[in-house]
């Protein structure tokens, strides 16, 4: 039972150790990417839930909207 623990925590702990070196080793230009990488999925998440509350709402409300016109 200890054995497969062992593993998976010592596989935690690589993971971790290999983030810190690959995060130290960012440029200021890199962190600038993948930030503004980060901030568009957000933004691409919060406009695809936002769409999909809206269209919730209209469908309650028996409004039906045809976007493929």
């Known amino acids: 039972m200890h054995d ?9 702990a690589y993971f971790m150790s290999a983030t810190g070196v690959l995060v130290s080793s960012l ?3 890199q962190w ?3 930030s503004s ?3 568009g999925l957000g933004a691409l998440l919060a406009n ?17 909207i045809n976007e493929l016109e």
């Open 4 to 12: 497969w623990y062992d593993k998976l925590t010592s596989y935690i």
């Open 37 to 39: 990488i980060l901030i």
């Open 48 to 64: 695809v839930w936002h769409k999909r509350a809206m269209q919730k709402i209209a469908k309650e409300k028996g409004v039906f």
């Open 27 to 29: 440029t200021l230009e």
């Open 32 to 34: 600038y990417f993948l």
